[in-house]
């Protein structure tokens, strides 16, 4: 058999066994065709044709035609062999390195948990108030001379602010002068009236004395030998009613001498007897009863004399009385008038100052009109004493606590202050939030803060060192528990904290994960407790991105 190449010319064993090769290749290039079309090869033929027989001295066979040229299969294998090399490189590569840095498993980017420092702030905004105002009112009625303030006006300590036309408050003053002259007047007449008739009701008055002296003591008296009588009336009914009892009995022992019971009773009753009667000798009865007589007919006398003296005071002047209550009135009201006037007057002239620094939140006086005591004049807020108010929900609430340091900024400076009062009261906002006002105190307030502005709060609400942090977005929830994923032994391990203090990216772990623990950020929902897994630093991750894009 003769197969052309070249004018080159292969024995007949010689092209059996190439035949025979080129099949076996052919076979294999088709199977290589389709494991490219599996793992998704493919690329660009660029080889040479060679062909893989071996050459040989040419020899010519006059007496054979030559056979036409066929297709070729040789250049496939080539082709595969530059597809698949750099793959299978690469994945020697890889296996290379892992079981040199000992990497296995599904890449998950980690970040160890460190052990510094944290400090916590709420962030809230507020609205600039005053911590001390004053309302003032009206201290005479009167008309207002001058009046120069107005709402939102500052003023100062000892500042006058409003000034009284006095002029009709000394016209009152001058008419009540007259009416206390009159009243004054009237007093002496009625003291003339009174002095006139004041012989008799002196002597009315002694007598009226003395006789109610006697009647006091007569009454005394009478009253001791009542009781006195009343007590031996007692006893003379129970020495009456023993008696009565011992004849009974007598009666019974007349009909049985022997009756124990009777006989016991008689001389019970008989002893008894005998006490009463002891009891009775203190007591003189008939003389208690003439000095009793004696004493309540001198009583009555006494009383009827005191009646009498009382008549005779009382009707001596009948006016007498009211005539110096009316004085002593007349003169109270009449040195009231001029009194109250003068200090009016006092008063007005002084006109209206602030005792504080601070703004004008209202002002209803002008000038002109006629104000009345009492009357609310205008209020002052102080600028010395402020503080924010600022509306805490419920997770900000949780963080607060009086005392807390504070930086308050109202526009485009920059306060120190502290939480000063937490509300005990809470209210729901316009958006249905319930909120519960927090006032801070401003340290460092200076005149460019304007009332009702708004203030942004932040307040530190705490300050640790030397605890493990670990990124915000490592943090995974469940129903019951708050945990991160942990790569130990190449294993992926599911580890259940206890969170502390946070701030916007680290959060404190006060139990469930150690300071070099790799804890796994990004979890993925293909990522399972207990699967291999290598973990890659953030540095790792984004050099190995790099290589990638080269």
């Given at each position: 058999?003769?197969?052309?190449?070249?004018?080159?010319?292969?024995?007949?064993?010689?092209?059996?066994?190439?035949?025979?090769?080129?099949?076996?290749?052919?076979?294999?290039?088709?199977?290589?065709?389709?494991?490219?079309?599996?793992?998704?090869?493919?690329?660009?033929?660029?080889?040479?044709?060679?062909?893989?027989?071996?050459?040989?001295?040419?020899?010519?066979?006059?007496?054979?035609?030559?056979?036409?040229?066929?297709?070729?299969?040789?250049?496939?294998?080539?082709?595969?062999?530059?597809?698949?090399?750099?793959?299978?490189?690469?994945?020697?590569?890889?296996?290379?390195?892992?079981?040199?840095?000992?990497?296995?498993?599904?890449?998950?980017?980690?970040?160890?948990?460190?052990?510094?420092?944290?400090?916590?702030?709420?962030?809230?905004?507020?609205?600039?108030?005053?911590?001390?105002?004053?309302?003032?009112?009206?201290?005479?009625?009167?008309?207002?001379?001058?009046?120069?303030?107005?709402?939102?006006?500052?003023?100062?300590?000892?500042?006058?602010?409003?000034?009284?036309?006095?002029?009709?408050?000394?016209?009152?003053?001058?008419?009540?002068?007259?009416?206390?002259?009159?009243?004054?007047?009237?007093?002496?007449?009625?003291?003339?009236?009174?002095?006139?008739?004041?012989?008799?009701?002196?002597?009315?008055?002694?007598?009226?004395?003395?006789?109610?002296?006697?009647?006091?003591?007569?009454?005394?008296?009478?009253?001791?030998?009542?009781?006195?009588?009343?007590?031996?009336?007692?006893?003379?009914?129970?020495?009456?009613?023993?008696?009565?009892?011992?004849?009974?009995?007598?009666?019974?022992?007349?009909?049985?001498?022997?009756?124990?019971?009777?006989?016991?009773?008689?001389?019970?009753?008989?002893?008894?007897?005998?006490?009463?009667?002891?009891?009775?000798?203190?007591?003189?009865?008939?003389?208690?009863?003439?000095?009793?007589?004696?004493?309540?007919?001198?009583?009555?006398?006494?009383?009827?004399?005191?009646?009498?003296?009382?008549?005779?005071?009382?009707?001596?002047?009948?006016?007498?009385?009211?005539?110096?209550?009316?004085?002593?009135?007349?003169?109270?009201?009449?040195?009231?008038?001029?009194?109250?006037?003068?200090?009016?007057?006092?008063?007005?002239?002084?006109?209206?100052?602030?005792?504080?620094?601070?703004?004008?939140?209202?002002?209803?006086?002008?000038?002109?009109?006629?104000?009345?005591?009492?009357?609310?004049?205008?209020?002052?807020?102080?600028?010395?004493?402020?503080?924010?108010?600022?509306?805490?929900?419920?997770?900000?609430?949780?963080?607060?606590?009086?005392?807390?340091?504070?930086?308050?900024?109202?526009?485009?400076?920059?306060?120190?202050?502290?939480?000063?009062?937490?509300?005990?009261?809470?209210?729901?906002?316009?958006?249905?939030?319930?909120?519960?006002?927090?006032?801070?105190?401003?340290?460092?307030?200076?005149?460019?803060?304007?009332?009702?502005?708004?203030?942004?709060?932040?307040?530190?609400?705490?300050?640790?060192?030397?605890?493990?942090?670990?990124?915000?977005?490592?943090?995974?929830?469940?129903?019951?528990?708050?945990?991160?994923?942990?790569?130990?032994?190449?294993?992926?391990?599911?580890?259940?904290?206890?969170?502390g203090i946070s701030d916007d990216e680290r959060i404190e772990i006060v139990s469930g994960v150690s300071a070099?623990?790799?804890?796994?950020?990004?979890?993925?929902?293909?990522?399972?407790?207990?699967?291999?897994?290598?973990?890659?630093?953030k540095d790792e991750s984004e050099d190995g991105k790099e290589q990638d894009e080269k």
């Amino acid at each position: 058999m003769k197969i052309g190449m070249n004018d080159e010319v292969l024995t007949e064993a010689q092209a059996a066994a190439a035949t025979e090769e080129k099949q076996t290749q052919q076979e294999q290039t088709q199977e290589g065709a389709a494991s490219d079309r599996e793992n998704g090869a493919g690329g660009e033929l660029t080889a040479q044709r060679v062909d893989p027989r071996p050459r040989i001295a040419p020899k010519q066979y006059p007496d054979k035609p030559r056979k036409k040229k066929g297709f070729r299969f040789w250049w496939v294998p080539i082709v595969l062999l530059i597809i698949l090399v750099p793959t299978i490189m690469s994945t020697l590569l890889k296996d290379k390195i892992a079981k040199l840095t000992g990497k296995i498993g599904t890449p998950v980017t980690v970040e160890e948990a460190a052990t510094g420092s944290l400090s916590q702030t709420v962030e809230i905004s507020g609205t600039v108030q005053s911590e001390e105002g004053k309302s003032y009112f009206a201290p005479v009625s009167a008309k207002v001379l001058s009046c120069d303030i107005k709402q939102g006006d500052i003023v100062k300590n000892g500042q006058k602010l409003v000034e009284f036309d006095v002029d009709d408050l000394k016209d009152q003053l001058e008419k009540a002068k007259l009416e206390q002259q009159v009243s004054l007047i009237g007093s002496d007449i009625a003291i003339t009236q009174v002095n006139s008739g004041q012989a008799k009701v002196a002597e009315a008055a002694a007598d009226f004395t003395e006789y109610e002296a006697y009647v006091a003591h007569y009454q005394e008296v009478v009253g001791q030998i009542s009781a006195q009588l009343a007590e031996a009336g007692k006893l003379q009914k129970e020495q009456a009613a023993i008696t009565a009892e011992i004849q009974e009995y007598a009666k019974i022992l007349k009909k049985d001498p022997e009756n124990k019971k009777a006989l016991r009773k008689t001389e019970q009753k008989q002893e008894e007897l005998k006490a009463v009667a002891e009891k009775l000798k203190a007591y003189d009865v008939d003389a208690l009863k003439a000095s009793y007589e004696t004493c309540a007919s001198d009583l009555a006398e006494y009383k009827a004399m005191k009646e009498k003296a009382e008549a005779v005071k009382e009707t001596a002047d009948p006016t007498a009385g009211l005539q110096k209550k009316q004085q002593a009135v007349s003169k109270e009201i009449a040195e009231r008038s001029t009194d109250d006037l003068e200090e009016m007057i006092a008063i007005a002239e002084q006109g209206m100052t602030s005792d504080m620094e601070g703004v004008v939140i209202a002002a209803a006086p002008q000038t002109g009109m006629t104000v009345t005591e009492g009357m609310e004049m205008f209020s002052v807020q102080s600028t010395k004493k402020v503080k924010v108010v600022i509306p805490a929900g419920k997770n900000d609430l949780e963080k607060l606590s009086e005392g807390q340091e504070a930086t308050i900024k109202i526009g485009e400076k920059e306060y120190r202050g502290k939480v000063d009062k937490i509300s005990r009261v809470a209210a729901t906002n316009a958006q249905g939030s319930v909120t519960v006002d927090v006032d801070v105190h401003i340290d460092n307030p200076d005149d460019s803060i304007i009332l009702g502005t708004e203030g942004k709060v932040t307040v530190q609400t705490a300050d640790k060192k030397d605890i493990v942090l670990i990124p915000m977005v490592c943090l995974n929830y469940s129903s019951d528990s708050t945990f991160v994923y942990v790569v130990k032994d190449g294993k992926l391990e599911k580890a259940v904290v206890e969170t502390g203090i946070s701030d916007d990216e680290r959060i404190e772990i006060v139990s469930g994960v150690s300071a070099g623990d790799k804890i796994v950020k990004n979890v993925t929902s293909d990522l399972k407790e207990g699967m291999d897994v290598m973990p890659v630093t953030k540095d790792e991750s984004e050099d190995g991105k790099e290589q990638d894009e080269k």
